[in-house]
């Protein structure tokens, strides 16, 4: 039996081949699309046609997606809050952390400030795309009363001590990467980045999630 954090990291690069940085609008890519949405976003065949049809935003049905494919490959019995809400598998795993849920499982912890932990390859990183969720802190609340938020999720694949490397779904339209240069091995204070009409297009991280055994 393989360990789930490399599944995860194989099953993210494997999705990051297949999509092949093709554009979510071409033709091609629709199975694939579709297969997120079906198998991590919970939707059947008609709801996901019409995501795709609308460009709903469809980061957390990949985490979704790639995470059971984890999940099935490593045989762990981690339960995870499979959906496309990042916030609401990050909730959960937050929550798991507060209530010291039996091993194995997914914990959420903080990225940066007090009791941060150090991003490890096959965790996932998570920021902010709203502006009242801006830490850790502001996260576990949400958590505790099963609030819903944006926010967006990537799967670490690297880390050298210095910089961190993930892979996404909807980074830049496509499946792609990010690296985050690391500060005495912790996540960077990332500031929030607006668009043109004022709306955030991210923040902070406000997660850590790590699958631990033990």
């Known amino acids: 039996m393989s360990d789930f954090k490399s599944e995860l990291v194989r099953a993210a690069q494997a999705e990051k081949a297949r999509f092949g ?3 979510e609008t071409k033709e091609e890519v629709k199975p694939i699309l579709t297969e997120y949405w079906i198998d991590g976003g919970g ?19 990949f985490i979704s997606f790639v995470v059971k494919t984890a999940l099935k490959e490593s045989e762990s019995s981690a339960a ?4 496309a809400s990042h916030s609401i ?10 209530n010291n849920v039996r091993f194995p499982a997914f914990y959420g912890f903080p990225p940066t400030g007090e ?19 801006d830490d850790y802190a502001d996260a576990l609340g949400a958590a505790r009363a099963g609030e819903t938020y944006y926010s967006h999720f990537d799967v670490v694949i690297k880390n050298d001590g210095n910089t961190v490397e993930t892979i996404g779904g909807n980074v830049s339209n496509t499946v792609g990467p990010k ?22 297009i991210s923040g902070p991280f406000i997660c850590v999630i790590k699958h631990l055994t033990g």
Do not use: M
């Not at 939707?43 to 049809?53: C, F, G, L, Q, Y």
């Not at 995870?80 to 959906?83: A, D, K, L, N, V």
């Not at 598998?89 to 507060?98: P, S």
């Not at 009791?115 to 969720?133: M, N, Q």
């Open 21 to 23: 940085g093709r554009d």
């Open 43 to 61: 939707r059947n065949s008609r709801a996901a046609e019409r995501e795709i049809r609308a460009r709903t935003a469809w980061s957390a049905a």
């Open 80 to 83: 995870f809050e499979f959906s």
């Open 89 to 98: 598998y990050a909730g959960a795993a937050i929550r798991n952390q507060l």
């Open 115 to 133: 009791g941060a932990v150090k991003p490890e390859v096959g965790d996932l990183i998570g920021v902010t795309r709203v502006k009242w969720i």
């Open 179 to 200: 690296t985050f240069r690391l500060s005495n091995g912790l996540l960077p204070n990332l500031p929030f980045r607006y668009d043109s009409a004022g709306r955030v």
